[in-house]
Nanobody, 123 residues
Protein backbone atom coordinates (compact mmCIF):
# COMPACT_ATOMS: atom_id res chain seq x y z
CA UNK A 1 0.00 0.00 0.00
CA UNK A 2 1.12 3.56 -0.62
CA UNK A 3 -0.02 6.90 0.74
CA UNK A 4 0.29 10.05 -1.34
CA UNK A 5 0.53 13.69 -0.26
CA UNK A 6 0.54 16.50 -2.81
CA UNK A 7 1.96 19.98 -2.35
CA UNK A 8 2.96 23.00 -4.38
CA UNK A 9 -0.38 24.30 -5.58
CA UNK A 10 -1.27 27.96 -5.47
CA UNK A 11 -2.36 31.02 -7.38
CA UNK A 12 -0.42 32.08 -10.46
CA UNK A 13 -0.98 34.45 -13.35
CA UNK A 14 -1.51 33.18 -16.87
CA UNK A 15 1.82 32.34 -18.45
CA UNK A 16 3.38 31.52 -15.12
CA UNK A 17 4.75 28.29 -13.70
CA UNK A 18 4.24 26.02 -10.73
CA UNK A 19 5.83 22.77 -9.62
CA UNK A 20 3.71 20.23 -7.85
CA UNK A 21 5.17 17.50 -5.69
CA UNK A 22 3.69 14.24 -4.52
CA UNK A 23 5.43 12.45 -1.69
CA UNK A 24 4.71 8.77 -1.27
CA UNK A 25 5.12 6.47 1.67
CA UNK A 26 5.81 2.78 1.37
CA UNK A 27 8.84 0.66 0.71
CA UNK A 28 7.60 -0.50 -2.69
CA UNK A 29 7.25 2.97 -4.19
CA UNK A 30 9.32 1.95 -7.19
CA UNK A 31 6.74 -0.72 -8.10
CA UNK A 32 4.06 1.86 -8.90
CA UNK A 33 3.03 3.77 -11.95
CA UNK A 34 2.42 7.36 -10.85
CA UNK A 35 0.04 9.79 -12.46
CA UNK A 36 -1.47 13.23 -12.16
CA UNK A 37 -5.14 13.90 -12.71
CA UNK A 38 -7.09 17.11 -12.29
CA UNK A 39 -10.65 18.14 -11.66
CA UNK A 40 -11.85 21.54 -12.74
CA UNK A 41 -14.99 23.04 -11.18
CA UNK A 42 -18.08 21.34 -12.55
CA UNK A 43 -16.09 18.81 -14.58
CA UNK A 44 -15.07 15.19 -14.33
CA UNK A 45 -11.64 14.16 -13.15
CA UNK A 46 -9.28 14.39 -16.13
CA UNK A 47 -6.06 12.54 -16.91
CA UNK A 48 -2.98 14.74 -17.13
CA UNK A 49 0.06 12.46 -17.31
CA UNK A 50 1.58 9.24 -16.02
CA UNK A 51 5.17 8.11 -15.58
CA UNK A 52 6.63 4.64 -15.60
CA UNK A 53 8.43 2.98 -12.72
CA UNK A 54 11.91 3.98 -13.75
CA UNK A 55 10.90 7.40 -15.01
CA UNK A 56 11.97 6.58 -18.55
CA UNK A 57 8.47 6.53 -20.01
CA UNK A 58 5.57 8.93 -19.75
CA UNK A 59 2.31 9.72 -21.46
CA UNK A 60 0.75 13.19 -21.54
CA UNK A 61 -2.73 14.42 -22.29
CA UNK A 62 -2.77 16.51 -25.45
CA UNK A 63 -3.97 19.52 -23.49
CA UNK A 64 -0.72 19.73 -21.50
CA UNK A 65 1.82 18.28 -23.92
CA UNK A 66 4.77 20.61 -24.35
CA UNK A 67 3.86 22.65 -21.25
CA UNK A 68 3.93 20.14 -18.40
CA UNK A 69 6.74 17.78 -17.46
CA UNK A 70 6.51 14.86 -15.08
CA UNK A 71 9.50 13.38 -13.30
CA UNK A 72 10.12 11.11 -10.36
CA UNK A 73 12.90 10.61 -7.86
CA UNK A 74 12.72 7.09 -6.54
CA UNK A 75 15.36 7.85 -3.92
CA UNK A 76 13.03 10.46 -2.42
CA UNK A 77 9.75 8.63 -3.11
CA UNK A 78 8.52 11.76 -4.88
CA UNK A 79 6.95 12.56 -8.22
CA UNK A 80 6.94 16.08 -9.62
CA UNK A 81 4.83 17.96 -12.12
CA UNK A 82 6.47 21.02 -13.61
CA UNK A 83 3.77 23.19 -15.15
CA UNK A 84 4.79 26.01 -17.47
CA UNK A 85 2.80 28.44 -19.59
CA UNK A 86 -0.19 27.97 -17.33
CA UNK A 87 -3.56 29.09 -18.60
CA UNK A 88 -6.87 29.77 -16.83
CA UNK A 89 -8.22 26.48 -18.18
CA UNK A 90 -5.55 24.69 -16.14
CA UNK A 91 -7.32 25.79 -12.98
CA UNK A 92 -8.26 22.64 -11.08
CA UNK A 93 -7.55 20.48 -8.10
CA UNK A 94 -4.59 18.32 -9.03
CA UNK A 95 -4.40 14.77 -7.71
CA UNK A 96 -1.54 12.34 -7.55
CA UNK A 97 -2.42 8.68 -8.12
CA UNK A 98 -0.62 5.35 -8.07
CA UNK A 99 -1.21 1.86 -9.38
CA UNK A 100 0.68 -1.32 -10.07
CA UNK A 101 0.58 -2.87 -13.51
CA UNK A 102 0.61 -0.83 -16.69
CA UNK A 103 0.13 2.88 -17.10
CA UNK A 104 -3.41 4.04 -17.71
CA UNK A 105 -5.38 7.16 -18.48
CA UNK A 106 -8.57 6.33 -16.61
CA UNK A 107 -9.05 7.35 -12.99
CA UNK A 108 -10.71 4.02 -12.29
CA UNK A 109 -7.43 2.25 -13.09
CA UNK A 110 -5.66 3.81 -10.11
CA UNK A 111 -5.84 2.39 -6.62
CA UNK A 112 -4.27 5.10 -4.47
CA UNK A 113 -4.96 8.81 -4.41
CA UNK A 114 -3.73 11.89 -2.66
CA UNK A 115 -6.00 14.54 -1.20
CA UNK A 116 -5.34 17.01 -4.01
CA UNK A 117 -3.79 20.45 -4.28
CA UNK A 118 -5.51 23.50 -5.73
CA UNK A 119 -4.02 25.27 -8.73
CA UNK A 120 -5.62 28.55 -9.75
CA UNK A 121 -4.51 30.45 -12.83
CA UNK A 122 -5.73 34.02 -13.17
CA UNK A 123 -6.11 35.76 -16.50
Amino acid sequence: QVQLVESGGGLVQAGGSLRLSCAASGRTYGDYILAWFRRAPGKEREFVVFIGRSGATSNYADSVKGRFTISRDNTKNTVYLQMNSLQPEDTAVYYCAARRGLGGVLATEYDYWGQGTQVTVSS
